[in-house]
């Protein structure tokens, strides 16, 4: 079957002529980032790239169940966004939620156990990919649904307010979700209760096959800040410093009080949408002018140009990132199975369970 491109190769030259000219900012480390800080925001960016490269060809050896998204190429916009919260900070991930997880800290053994349907992972198995929540990480779950994560955000954000505590809530969504009646519906609320909550959009141009240009008559995210009377910009997206930046500023505004920022992270989804995407959408030779943006290789570039390491440090660094996940994947493949008796663990609340025993409705 012929290919339908919606994108010719004479558009995306000039889509990336119009992000060399307005998007694109050269890589300067943050006043207040020490050299080690930014080493690990390299690691956690490799870190990112192995798992995520592993999984299409676990996923294709029948090790991991459902779908997975890959984070490929957005490595930039999670670890930027994360290096700029603290611990206890919480955010909501979308159905490419393992970079999400891992740039808050998650545990990649306990991420690889869970793709696996693995008893040890985060959500004893039951989440997989798409549904995976690290709560202690203060990961509130990635989700399925496209939007979904919005209003997510936007209570958690209610309840650090309501509480009094100074937490702060990064949303990650993605072009695609911006079109939900949902999205405008959380930033309202959320604008106009002074919440603290960071929208942080990943414009990577493309919702599945439907480019964003042709799903909204204005490309840019941000312009629609205006509409909810927050500040709104556009970032690299393939840059982990100013994707970083921008998040540090909007967390201090919300913070100290003044509600949400609207942050568009533009970059372009080069890899399939998920494992099984046999891109037939569009002319795949479209993808490899993009590559030379690749945030994980900018970065390298950065740390031995610019950032006093050398050569074999950071090669060193993103070896072990390598071998962590290896780990991961050696552990998770022997992990035990969930055992039976675990059929209802974390679905229902412990007095639900009690109610249901009483009842003779668990079956256990
Ligand atoms: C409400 C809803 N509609 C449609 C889908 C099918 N779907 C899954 S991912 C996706 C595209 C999402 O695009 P975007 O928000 O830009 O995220 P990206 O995959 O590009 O990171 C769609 C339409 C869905 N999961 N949920
Ligand atoms: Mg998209």
Same mark, same amino acid.
């Given at each position: 079957?012929? @290919?339908?491109?919606f994108?010719?190769?004479?558009?995306? *030259?000039a889509?990336?002529?119009?992000?060399?000219?307005?998007?694109?900012?050269?890589?300067?480390?943050?006043e207040?980032?020490?050299?080690?800080?930014?080493?690990?925001?390299?690691?956690?960016?490799?870190?990112?790239?192995?798992f995520?490269?592993?999984?299409?060809? *676990?996923?294709?050896?029948?090790?991991?169940y459902g #779908?997975?998204?890959?984070?490929?190429?957005a490595?930039?916009?999670?670890?930027?966004?994360?290096?700029a919260?603290?611990d206890?900070?919480?955010?909501t991930?979308?159905?490419?939620?393992?970079?999400?997880?891992?740039?808050?800290?998650?545990?990649?053994?306990?991420?690889?156990?869970?793709?696996?349907?693995?008893?040890?992972?985060?959500? !004893?198995?039951?989440?997989?990919?798409?549904?995976?929540?690290? =709560?202690d990480?203060?990961? *509130?779950?990635?989700?399925?649904?496209?939007?979904?994560?919005?209003?997510?955000?936007?209570?958690?954000? !209610?309840?650090?307010?309501?509480?009094? @505590?100074d937490?702060?809530?990064?949303?990650?969504?993605?072009?695609?979700?911006?079109?939900?009646?949902?999205?405008?519906?959380?930033?309202n609320l959320?604008?106009?209760?002074?919440?603290?909550?960071?929208f *942080?959009?990943?414009?990577?141009?493309?919702?599945?096959?439907?480019?964003?240009?042709?799903?909204?008559k204005?490309?840019? =995210?941000?312009?629609?800040?205006?509409?909810?009377g927050?500040?709104?910009?556009?970032?690299d997206?393939?840059?982990?410093?100013?994707?970083?930046? &921008?998040?540090?500023?909007?967390?201090?505004? &919300?913070?100290?009080?003044?509600?949400?920022?609207?942050?568009? &992270?533009?970059?372009?989804?080069?890899?399939?949408?998920?494992?099984a995407?046999?891109?037939?959408?569009r002319?795949m030779?479209?993808?490899?002018?993009?590559t030379?943006f690749?945030?994980?290789?900018r970065?390298?570039?950065?740390?031995?140009?610019?950032?006093?390491f050398?050569?074999?440090?950071?090669?060193?660094?993103?070896?072990? &990132?390598k071998?962590?996940?290896?780990?991961?994947i050696?552990?998770?493949?022997?992990?035990?199975?969930?055992?039976l008796?675990?059929?209802?663990?974390?679905?229902y609340?412990?007095?639900?369970m009690?109610? !249901?025993?009483?009842?003779?409705?668990?079956? #256990?």
């Amino acid at each position: 079957m012929a @290919k339908t491109s919606f994108v010719t190769m004479e558009e995306t *030259l000039a889509a990336i002529e119009d992000y060399k000219r307005e998007i694109m900012q050269p890589l300067t480390a943050p006043e207040g980032l020490s050299g080690d800080q930014i080493l690990k925001m390299y690691r956690r960016m490799a870190l990112i790239r192995e798992f995520d490269t592993s999984v299409k060809g *676990l996923w294709k050896q029948n090790y991991i169940y459902g #779908l997975a998204h890959s984070y490929v190429c957005a490595e930039a916009i999670g670890v930027g966004a994360c290096a700029a919260l603290r611990d206890s900070d919480f955010i909501t991930s979308t159905h490419r939620g393992h970079g999400h997880t891992i740039a808050k800290g998650g545990d990649v053994k306990k991420m690889m156990a869970e793709l696996m349907g693995k008893y040890d992972g985060y959500c !004893l198995g039951k989440g997989g990919s798409m549904h995976i929540a690290a =709560v202690d990480e203060g990961m *509130l779950g990635a989700t399925g649904i496209v939007g979904s994560g919005m209003p997510i955000a936007v209570g958690a954000a !209610l309840s650090s307010k309501v509480l009094g @505590k100074d937490n702060v809530v990064v949303c990650f969504h993605g072009d695609g979700g911006t079109n939900q009646g949902v999205w405008h519906e959380s930033i309202n609320l959320a604008a106009t209760w002074d919440l603290p909550v960071i929208f *942080l959009c990943e414009n990577n141009q493309w919702a599945i096959s439907l480019p964003y240009k042709k799903a909204s008559k204005n490309p840019r =995210v941000s312009d629609r800040a205006i509409g909810y009377g927050i500040p709104g910009v556009t970032v690299d997206g393939f840059n982990v410093f100013a994707v970083y930046n &921008a998040v540090a500023k909007a967390v201090e505004r &919300a913070r100290s009080g003044n509600g949400p920022t609207l942050i568009e &992270a533009k970059y372009y989804r080069y890899i399939g949408h998920f494992v099984a995407d046999d891109e037939r959408y569009r002319d795949m030779a479209t993808n490899a002018p993009w590559t030379a943006f690749d945030p994980v290789e900018r970065m390298c570039r950065f740390l031995v140009e610019n950032g006093g390491f050398s050569e074999e440090q950071v090669q060193a660094v993103y070896e072990s &990132a390598k071998q962590e996940v290896l780990d991961a994947i050696e552990y998770a493949k022997t992990a035990p199975e969930p055992p039976l008796s675990s059929l209802y663990d974390g679905i229902y609340s412990p007095e639900f369970m009690e109610i !249901l025993k009483s009842r003779g409705e668990y079956v #256990l």
